[in-house]
């Protein structure tokens, strides 16, 4: 089991920054792919980028490309994602996972994050 805790949401005006955590307790952090994904009201969980094991691999959705940033800190079992130039359709819940696969689709991840909000104003 992993178990994970999101954290670093808020409300912050349009073109702002925002850096969530994810902290990992549990199974082996750097064994697991971490992803992030996003579910705004009425809509469906939407991918955001994940990054490998070892930080040196990331992707990302085009939604999110040149202003979002995901990192990671194995020594401190978090991963941490970084918004910038921050639009009021990014405006979500934003849930981190992890997953034994190289995964862009939710069911490929085992274990989730409760989720933190983050509001975008105009």
């Known amino acids: 089991q992993v178990q994970l805790v999101d954290s670093g949401g808020g409300l912050v005006q349009a073109g702002g920054s925002l850096r969530l955590s994810c902290a990992a307790s549990?199974?082996?952090?750097?064994?697991?792919?971490m992803g992030w994904f996003r579910q705004a009201p009425g809509k469906e969980r939407e991918f955001v980028g994940r990054?490998?094991?070892?930080?040196?691999?990331?992707y990302y959705a085009d939604s999110v490309k040149g202003r979002f940033t995901i990192s990671r800190d194995n020594a401190k079992n978090t991963v941490y994602l970084q918004m910038n130039s921050l639009k009021p359709e990014d405006t979500a819940v934003y849930y981190c996972?992890?997953?034994?696969?190289?995964?862009?689709?939710?069911?490929?991840?085992?274990?989730w994050g409760q989720g933190t909000q983050v509001t975008v104003s105009a």
């Open positions: 996972a992890a997953s034994a696969a190289w995964a862009t689709r939710s069911y490929e991840y085992d274990y």
């Open positions: 990054i490998s094991r070892s930080g040196g691999s990331t």
């Open positions: 549990g199974r082996i952090f750097s064994n697991y792919n």
